[in-house]
């Protein structure tokens, strides 16, 4: 589960199989850095703890994408721990 004062993205699009799919992006603060996690199905994909949130978001879409996954979105559900519900 993430951290307090971490953002939540929800991430959606098509899988390698061309199936759609909605799930949340938590972001794990790793000493200093951030780490973003999915969980899919059996599949749990981490990046690399990296310097921002956003950096370790991009990194997770562009895992999925070398992994076949396309036209990925996002939005933030929580930003410092606080719930956005449909603000931007």
Do not use: W
Not at 39 to 53: F, H, K
Not at 57 to 67: D, F, K, N, T, W
């Amino acid at each position: 589960m993430g951290v307090e004062g971490c953002d939540k993205h929800q991430l959606a699009g098509l899988d390698e199989r061309e199936r759609g799919f909605s799930r949340p992006i938590e972001l794990e603060r790793v000493g200093e850095s951030y780490r973003a996690v999915l969980r899919y199905e059996a599949v749990r994909v981490a990046t690399e703890p990296l310097q921002t949130q956003d950096a370790a978001l991009l990194a997770m879409i562009q895992v999925l994408q070398s992994r076949g996954y396309r036209q990925l979105k996002t939005q933030k559900s929580f930003s410092n721990g606080v719930y956005l519900g449909s603000q931007e």
